[in-house]
């Protein structure tokens, strides 16, 4: 998978909003379709599509026992950061 895929939560993060869901069911489906945003006579499929991948992601997440909240997505500002790779061996950067 790409890695400019970011994760949706971490662990130690406060949960995931519903527009977090929404996000990265938008985000999953544009690499799937490989496009950034769908043609005209596609918009209506695609947003059907996001819609029902947002309602599973949501179940995953209230199965896995952190359910979205209700909310707009997190800014980019307070996603979780993470420590960035160290690079491999004998790489020279």
Not at 1 to 18: G, H, K, Q, V
Request: hydrophobic share 45%; proline share 15%.
């Amino acid at each position: 998978m790409c890695r400019s895929i970011r994760p949706l939560r971490d662990r130690a993060a406060p949960p995931a909003t519903d527009g977090d869901v929404a996000d990265a069911a938008r985000q999953y489906l544009r690499k799937v379709a490989a496009t950034r945003a769908p043609a005209a006579r596609d918009a209506a499929a695609f947003d059907a599509a996001v819609a029902d991948v947002a309602a599973v992601t949501a179940r995953l997440l209230a199965a896995m026992g952190a359910p979205p909240v209700p909310g707009p997505p997190t800014p980019p500002s307070a996603w979780p950061v993470r420590p960035r790779r160290r690079a491999p061996a004998g790489d020279a950067r």
